[in-house]
């Protein structure tokens, strides 16, 4: 994980960065969501990948791939949540307390 993480830290910065610019962005405009079957088949698709990584199942370079795009998307979802949570302390308008 540690050598992932040194020989690829651009990826992992670039992946970060464009998460907080998506998160900042997204707040404004509202789409339609997943539907509950889409939501089950990706959550599932999620699942398989993470055990085999975890279990290291998947050999060579198609495995150190599956290992970095899978902290890649970890890292580009947590972007996202910052983008979003900090958009909605600077824009959000707050009421006053009386």
Known sequence: ???LATFSWSWLLGA???GFGMGWIA???RGRGVSKTAAIWLGAAG???LALAL???VPGRFGYWLDLGLIMLAVYLA???VGSW?????VSRHSPVT
């Open 1 to 3: 994980m540690v050598t």
């Open 16 to 18: 970060a960065v464009l």
């Open 27 to 29: 707040v404004v405009h």
């Open 47 to 49: 699942a398989v990948l």
């Open 55 to 57: 279990a290291r199942l």
């Open 79 to 81: 972007g996202c949540a």
């Open 86 to 90: 900090l958009r909605h302390l600077v």
